[in-house]
């Protein structure tokens, strides 16, 4: 086997002139693994390749998988994913992994783009002030989750209101909220840390149903799931396959056909 010409051409998009060492140690996986990540999974999605990368560095973040992510973001970069979009990807896994899993990612991330001559901080992003928050933390969650946050404000225990709180003011007023990506980006790069991560299969749903809401629909998420899996591994994908069929049920031509009549 040989590294075929279109995973050699997608590599070198991301990394041009670069010379891998597991090349020359383990040159049997680098056939292995390049032509399925950069070919044969790449001919099964629509999604760009500056896209693709900002969901490989969402994936990484949830993964912990830091040494992978600097090499990824190395990649982004070259392929013109700016560095405010990366800020605002390690930002946004905040509320979702937790900075617990996140602080060693705005390290690396600082790292890459302090040797890459980027001077930081970079400009303000946030949208909200600490008086407007939660209204306008309301407002957004409302576009892309209806009245999922409302029904638990109205409908929780006293002492636990305040999480609902939490996922309006904090989660969507200090983070969804910002600038430097659009609510499909937002909500693609949600699904795609819960998916990365597992174990949050209640949320995967939610974010499966919010996604179809606000324009990504089934097909965006099975090709995220696909050009995820050579990171990911197979368990992960085909979980969250099997909650994204839940959620959005494949039509079968008798449906269709009495939608027609």
């Known amino acids: 086997m040989a590294i075929s010409k279109t995973a050699q051409k997608n590599h070198d998009e991301l990394f041009p002139n670069h010379q891998s060492v597991l090349a020359e140690t383990d040159p049997e996986f680098i056939e292995l693994f390049d032509n399925f990540t950069f070919d044969e999974v790449l001919q099964y999605s629509t999604i760009d390749v500056k896209l693709r990368m900002k969901l490989t560095l969402a ?23 700016s560095p405010v979009e990366i800020k605002e990807i390690v930002y946004q896994a905040v509320p979702y992994a937790g900075l617990g899993k996140v602080f060693d990612f705005l390290h690396a991330t600082n790292e890459v783009l302090l040797a890459r ?42 002492n636990q209101k305040h999480l ?11 983070y969804f909220t910002r600038d430097g990506l659009t609510a499909q980006e937002r909500e693609l790069l949600i699904f795609t840390m819960l998916a990365s991560m597992g174990g949050a299969d209640v949320q995967l749903k939610g974010h499966i ?27 992960r994908t085909l979980t969250a396959l099997t909650c994204i069929n839940e959620i959005l049920p494949e039509k079968n031509k008798l449906s269709e056909m009495e939608n027609v009549k």
């Open 164 to 174: 609902a709180t939490f996922l309006a003011d904090n989660c969507f007023g200090d």
């Open 59 to 81: 994936s990484l973040i949830a993964m912990q998988s830091v040494n992978e992510y600097k090499a990824m973001m190395v990649g982004a970069l070259n392929v013109g994913v």
């Open 209 to 235: 149903r919010n996604n179809d809401l606000i324009g990504n629909k089934k097909e965006r998420l099975i090709e995220t799931i696909t050009i995820l899996l050579p990171f990911i591994g197979y368990p």
């Open 117 to 158: 001559g980027i001077k930081l901080p970079l400009e303000k992003k946030g949208t909200t002030t600490v008086e407007n928050r939660y209204q306008k933390g309301l407002e957004v969650v409302r576009q892309v989750a209806d009245d999922a946050v409302d029904k638990m404000l109205e409908t929780m225990p006293s």
